[in-house]
């Protein structure tokens, strides 16, 4: 257990310390590219911001798990999910479309764990929801990224199936942290949100692997808070007759934005993704 725990400790300062200059160079490039999330209309930002962050994401993910021993599968699989919600980025692709291409690279990462046609097609489909479960959240500062770092912490530090994929995607959301604490300089953009959910999947499936019934209750504790927000959408769009996959400042955080002030709901949302973690860490074990 010692050994396991130097390793991640090692593991999650390397992903961060080579994140900060990746998410620098993102920021650098996405001022000079013109790759930038204007203000208007749902976005309650007041000026443009580069939402490149999900490259130094991608760039810190792939050469570090290639490093530590993370399977080629899953780099493979990342890359592709973060391609979809670049071109998503550039070209606005609609929710159809972006489940569509979602599909493939989500039942390549769950491969991993199953051979069996059927599961992948049943798994791949929960994925699909998670997926979009936790991009969602990407809708205030620091929230999303905040979510992923501590409901992976514990995970992070204790060793187990989950605790490679955990460690390494805790230090880039650190790092990304560092960028996108209020007032934000860099947002995640879709391929980063759509990235980081993809990460979580994998943690998800090496968690649940182990096919115990207190490893699925573990991988459902991670989950919780996007989970919970996405059912609070799904279930106003329905009580008000409006179509379940369309936008709006109605989530669950947009809600407590609006009574408690941003850093409160920020702040909230990390302690809740806290406890979650460390329930799914005390489960796994």
Same mark, same amino acid.
């Given at each position: 257990?010692?050994?396991?725990?130097?390793?991640?400790?090692?593991? /999650?300062?390397?992903?961060?310390?080579?994140?900060?200059?990746?998410?620098?160079?993102?920021?650098?490039?996405?001022?000079?590219?013109?790759? /930038?999330?204007?203000?208007? +209309?749902?976005?309650?930002?007041?000026?443009?911001?580069?939402?490149?962050?999900?490259?130094?994401?991608?760039?810190? *993910?792939?050469?570090?798990?290639?490093?530590?021993?993370?399977?080629?599968?899953?780099?493979?699989?990342? &890359?592709?999910?973060?391609?979809? +919600? #670049?071109?998503?980025?550039?070209? !606005?692709?609609?929710?159809?479309?972006?489940?569509?291409?979602?599909?493939?690279?989500?039942?390549?990462?769950?491969?991993?764990?199953? $051979?069996?046609? &059927?599961?992948?097609? %049943?798994?791949?489909?929960?994925?699909?929801? %998670?997926? =979009?479960?936790?991009?969602?959240?990407?809708?205030?500062?620091? *929230?999303?990224? @905040?979510?992923?770092?501590? $409901?992976?912490?514990?995970?992070? #530090?204790?060793?187990?199936?989950?605790?490679?994929?955990?460690?390494?995607?805790? @230090?880039?959301?650190?790092?990304? *942290? /560092?960028?996108?604490?209020?007032?934000?300089?860099? #947002?995640?953009? =879709?391929? +980063?949100?759509?990235? *980081?959910? %993809?990460?979580?999947?994998?943690?998800? %499936?090496?968690?649940?692997?182990?096919?115990?019934?207190?490893?699925?209750?573990?991988?459902?504790?991670?989950?919780?808070?996007?989970?919970?927000?996405?059912?609070? /959408?799904?279930?106003?769009? &329905?009580?008000?007759?409006?179509?379940?996959?369309?936008?709006?400042?109605? !989530?669950?955080?947009?809600?407590? !934005?609006?009574?408690?002030?941003?850093?409160?709901?920020?702040?909230?949302?990390?302690?809740?993704?806290?406890?979650?973690?460390?329930?799914?860490?005390?489960?796994?074990?």
């Amino acid at each position: 257990m010692r050994a396991a725990r130097a390793a991640v400790d090692v593991e /999650v300062v390397v992903a961060f310390l080579l994140a900060l200059p990746c998410m620098a160079l993102a920021l650098r490039l996405g001022r000079g590219m013109g790759l /930038v999330d204007r203000p208007g +209309g749902i976005k309650i930002h007041r000026t443009p911001i580069p939402f490149t962050g999900g490259a130094g994401i991608l760039v810190t *993910l792939v050469a570090v798990g290639a490093y530590f021993g993370v399977s080629a599968t899953v780099l493979a699989a990342a &890359i592709a999910v973060w391609a979809v +919600g #670049f071109l998503d980025d550039i070209r !606005h692709l609609s929710p159809a479309q972006k489940i569509i291409f979602e599909f493939v690279p989500l039942a390549v990462a769950t491969s991993t764990v199953s $051979s069996s046609f &059927i599961t992948i097609l %049943l798994l791949t489909t929960v994925a699909v929801v %998670l997926l =979009n479960a936790y991009a969602v959240l990407d809708g205030l500062d620091a *929230l999303a990224a @905040g979510v992923m770092m501590f $409901s992976l912490l514990p995970l992070a #530090f204790v060793s187990g199936p989950a605790h490679l994929v955990a460690a390494i995607t805790v @230090g880039c959301s650190a790092a990304f *942290l /560092v960028f996108n604490m209020p007032p934000a300089r860099l #947002f995640l953009g =879709n391929h +980063g949100s759509l990235l *980081l959910g %993809l990460l979580m999947w994998v943690v998800v %499936l090496r968690l649940s692997g182990e096919g115990a019934l207190t490893m699925y209750l573990a991988a459902a504790s991670i989950c919780s808070v996007p989970l919970v927000n996405v059912a609070f /959408v799904v279930a106003r769009r &329905i009580g008000e007759k409006r179509p379940v996959l369309g936008g709006d400042r109605a !989530h669950l955080y947009d809600v407590l !934005h609006r009574r408690l002030g941003l850093w409160s709901t920020v702040i909230l949302s990390w302690t809740l993704s806290a406890v979650a973690g460390v329930i799914a860490t005390e489960l796994a074990r």
